[in-house]
Each structure stands twice: as C-alpha cells, then as structure tokens.
C-alpha cells in the first residue's frame, strides 16, 4: 500500500511506522472492532470527504451495537482526518477510521476493556480496478455465505463479522475471477465481499433488502441518483439461478465506487459489457463526488472549510 507519513491515534498525531498495537490487544483475538471506510475526492473547490456525516454516524451506531462507548466525539474524527489530509499533502484517498477494544484484558468478557480509537489515510484507487470500473469484473459465486444474523448487528460495521468476506475473496483470487458474490441462507444473491450489489431487469433497477445485508451508503446515493434520473428502484430478494438473467450487474461501496460486472461463474451478463443505466449511473456519480453536480453537493464535506 501507498504509506503516508501522518496516523492519528488516540487523540495523537504519530509516525506512521510508530502506529503500532500490542500482540494481546482484544480485537487482534476476538475481531471487537468497529470501523469505516470513507473517501476523499479532489474537486474544483479542493479536497473534500464523500457523505462523511453518514460515514461517522454509523460507525458510532456500529460501536453502540457491539457495546462500545467511544472516548472521541464525531467531530474529533472529522477534524483528525482533515488534519491527516493536510498533514500528508494528499488531496484523493481513503479514510480508515477505527474503534476497537485494546491491551489490559484477556477473555471474551468485553466488559471494561480499554477503548482505542484510530484514523489512518492513504492514496487508493479504485478497489478492483480502473479497467475493471472501466469494462466490468468477472465475478463468481461463493461457496461462503452471510452470517445469519439479527438485523441491528447486519447494519454494524464490526471488524469480526468480516472473515466470511475475506475468505469469499480469496477464494475467488484464487480462481482466477475479480470478486466474489454471497448468498444469503436462502440461497439469494445478497453482496460483494465488501460491495452492495445492484441489478437490471426489464429496465427496473434491483437491489436486495436490508434483511441480512449493509445499507450501504453508496447504495443509498445510488439509489437516490437513479430515482432522480427516472430509473424505477425496487428492493427484492434476488434468487440465484435469477442473476443471470440480468440484463445488468453492478457493485457498489466506498471502495469499489460503481464497478459493473461482466461475468459470473464464467456466464456473460447482458452484452457482457457495462449497459445504459450502469454506464449512467457511473457518470451521475462520479460527477457528484468530484463536484460537478450542484443537487449533490450536500454530500461533500470541504477540507478547506
């Protein structure tokens, strides 16, 4: 990864080799962590942070749901990662804020265990690819699948509940295909391994329900640009075998922003190419995160201000 010179770590500004933990820190055994990941974009107006109000909102939600009290306000973040954007002299990159529960406590019990709370950002492209953003991604089905979980922790962003996602990754690497896509118990199409999924039939833009999956906040800005652009929204269940027989398929995430998908287990979606609506949506929201589109801006946080 690109390294930067600047971390913030408990309400300090450290070295970025210095940011370092103890081997017995709780997260690091039992996954206790709660996180974010969020963007910077530059604009005509400088650098500014995508939907970061959404971003700092639910990952205090997510630390309440995993019984985490955090030592930092909202604002100590925002104004730590404006600080770190400064500091490292970086206009575009990603932002990992962080709250997990530290040294002084072994066991399971999390009760009373030590609150860390940490910011690091760094240059990052696209997730999977300018080509894949650009031509689509092949794809497979995995043979991992979502916990099962209760609604409340599916909307968390804790560190743990990401194993199955890692695992689903590498064993699509490993198959030769770009990402993976999970099934819920039901065997319907549920994610990404860190990506909400998008799908076109007959024209209507569908997309799975918050049953067992993240609200993801770039599907809501996705959603919102598409109903502002005359595309019919609808949050079903997706069975399987029905994927493929989209017409379009496409992520969505922080990271992956707008990535189309040209294949899945080897069959071709649609033309096997990014279709109009993907390809539409694309430029609507690439637009609105560097700026271009004034009923979006509301969504940009300036660095500068």
């Known amino acids: 990864m690109d390294e930067v010179e600047k971390?913030?770590?408990n309400g300090e500004i450290v070295d970025w080799s210095k940011a370092s933990i103890h081997m017995l820190t709780h997260a690091l055994h039992y996954g206790t962590g709660v996180f974010e990941g969020i963007r910077c974009y530059d604009t005509e107006k400088g650098p500014a942070v995508f939907r970061f109000k959404e971003h700092l909102d639910r990952?205090?939600?997510?630390?309440d749901t995993a019984g985490m009290e955090l030592p930092f306000q909202k604002e100590d973040l925002r104004k730590a990662s404006f600080d770190l954007i400064k500091l490292n002299n970086i206009k575009e990159c990603?932002?990992?804020?962080?709250?997990?529960?530290?040294?002084?406590?072994?066991?399971?019990?999390?009760?009373?265990?030590k609150v860390d709370v940490a910011v690091a950002v760094w240059p990052w492209g696209p997730y999977l690819g300018e080509e894949g953003i650009k031509n689509g991604i092949t794809t497979k089905i995995s043979s991992y699948s979502l916990f099962n979980m209760k609604k409340e922790l599916n909307q968390a962003k804790i560190s743990g509940f990401y194993i199955s996602?890692?695992?689903?990754?590498?064993?699509?690497?490993?198959?030769?295909?770009d990402e993976a896509l999970?099934?819920?118990?039901?065997?319907?199409?549920?994610?990404?391994?860190?990506e909400n999924v998008f799908a076109v039939f007959d024209g209507t833009l569908v997309t799975p329900p918050l049953d067992h999956i993240l609200e993801g906040i770039t599907r809501d800005s996705v959603i919102r640009i598409?109903?502002?652009?005359?595309?019919?929204?609808?949050?079903?269940?997706?069975?399987?075998?029905?994927?493929?027989?989209?017409?379009?398929?496409?992520?969505?995430?922080?990271?992956?922003?707008?990535?189309?998908?040209?294949?899945?287990d080897g069959k071709q979606i649609g033309e096997g190419?990014?279709?109009s609506i993907t390809k539409?949506?694309?430029?609507?929201?690439?637009?609105?995160?560097?700026?271009?589109?004034?009923?979006?801006?509301?969504?940009?946080?300036?660095?500068?201000?």
């Open 7 to 9: 971390i913030w770590l």
């Open 59 to 63: 990952l205090f939600k997510s630390a």
């Open 94 to 113: 990603y932002i990992r804020p962080i709250a997990y529960l530290g040294y002084g406590k072994m066991g399971l019990n999390p009760i009373d265990c």
């Open 165 to 177: 996602s890692a695992l689903a990754k590498a064993e699509a690497i490993k198959e030769g295909f």
């Open 182 to 194: 999970l099934l819920d118990n039901n065997k319907n199409i549920s994610e990404g391994t860190g």
């Open 226 to 264: 598409a109903k502002d652009n005359g595309i019919e929204v609808v949050e079903r269940d997706i069975p399987q075998e029905e994927i493929f027989k989209a017409e379009e398929v496409f992520l969505t995430g922080t990271a992956a922003e707008v990535t189309p998908i040209r294949e899945i």
């Open 273 to 275: 190419k990014p279709g």
């Open 280 to 305: 539409l949506i694309q430029e609507k929201y690439f637009d609105a995160i560097h700026g271009k589109v004034f009923e979006y801006e509301s969504w940009l946080d300036f660095v500068g201000k």
